[in-house]
């Protein structure tokens, strides 16, 4: 990157990562991607009273290397990534023509370290893997690489959706008017992280760099994890008896 682009960064939140995916419902031995309801991802900030529960379109990251494009939008906002556990867990519930439902629970696929960045007026969003040490096929179907960058636009709610995209009305964001003044009349706002912090906000993920440390001169702060260590299942309050964990250190399916 150029000294110009360097000095034009600013880096406006960093965190933890944590990836993980909810089978079909029904669904107790999930081989690949057709097996699965929906992919998540929780940014957990430094300093920070939100934790964010993310679901992303297609249900895997936009590839990186491809500059590939998902839509996604933010699930859930609480006080703690503990919180959020509880909307992870198995369900189960009756229907009138099927009977009782088992909603298998979220399995975690990957951790890291993250950081937002906004540089030339563009937020990206850049991870690096600390669990699995070595990413296999559960990391390469939901296109979970050691580490990736995405440019970050948020879609302003005001502003109608693509066709076949988007959330029902009921269920878009209500932002504040100091929030909302941040898309200035645009479709999309590119600058503003804090457009994430309310439940509903949709988002464009962009792929943009495969190597962000070096591409952006950044360091992500990643460090050597491991069960005993792992900040998802401290964090996330996240059980074996509940959550199988196989796929954040094997790398297999479960």
Same mark, same amino acid.
């Given at each position: 990157m150029a000294k110009?682009? *360097?000095q034009q960064? @600013?880096?406006?939140? /960093? ?6 995916y909810r089978?079909?419902?029904? @669904?107790?031995?999930p +081989?690949?991607?057709?097996?699965v309801?929906r ?21 895997r !990251? ?14 859930a906002i ?23 439902? /088992?909603?298998p ?12 960045? !906004?540089?030339?007026g563009?937020l ?7 669990? %699995? @040490?070595?990413p296999?096929?559960?990391q390469?179907?939901f296109?979970?690489a050691?580490?990736?960058s ?9 502003? %109608?959706?693509?066709p076949?995209?988007?959330?029902e009305?009921?269920? @878009?964001p ?11 009349g645009? *479709?999309?706002? *590119?600058?503003?992280?804090? !457009? ?12 943009a760099?495969?190597?962000p ?8 702060d990643v460090?050597?994890?491991?069960? *005993?260590?792992?900040?998802?299942? /401290? +964090?996330?309050?996240?059980?074996k008896?509940?959550? %199988?964990i196989? %796929? ?7």
């Amino acid at each position: 990157m150029a000294k110009k682009d *360097r000095q034009q960064m @600013e880096i406006v939140e /960093r965190g933890d990562i944590f990836f993980l995916y909810r089978p079909r419902v029904g @669904e107790t031995d999930p +081989e690949s991607l057709s097996d699965v309801q929906r992919f998540f991802v929780v940014l957990r900030p430094e300093h920070a009273k939100k934790v964010r529960l993310l679901v992303v379109g297609r249900k895997r !990251l936009p590839d990186a290397h491809e500059h590939e494009r998902n839509w996604g939008f933010v699930s859930a906002i609480a006080g703690s990534a503990a919180a959020l556990e509880k909307d992870l867990r198995e369900e189960t519930y009756d229907t009138k023509t099927r009977g009782r439902q /088992r909603l298998p629970a979220a399995r975690p696929a990957g951790e890291g370290r993250y950081l937002v960045a !906004l540089l030339n007026g563009q937020l990206h969003l850049s991870y690096a893997l600390e669990l %699995p @040490e070595r990413p296999s096929e559960v990391q390469r179907a939901f296109k979970i690489a050691p580490q990736a960058s995405f440019a970050l636009s948020v879609k302003n709610p005001e502003k %109608p959706s693509p066709p076949g995209l988007g959330l029902e009305q009921d269920q @878009e964001p209500d932002y504040p008017d100091r929030l909302q003044r941040e898309f200035r009349g645009r *479709r999309f706002a *590119r600058e503003d992280i804090k !457009l994430l912090d309310v439940q509903g906000a949709e988002f464009i993920l962009v792929g943009a760099r495969t190597d962000p440390e070096k591409a952006y001169n950044i360091d992500l702060d990643v460090e050597k994890e491991d069960e *005993r260590h792992s900040e998802m299942l /401290r +964090e996330l309050k996240m059980t074996k008896s509940r959550h %199988p964990i196989e %796929p954040l250190f094997s790398g297999e399916w479960a």
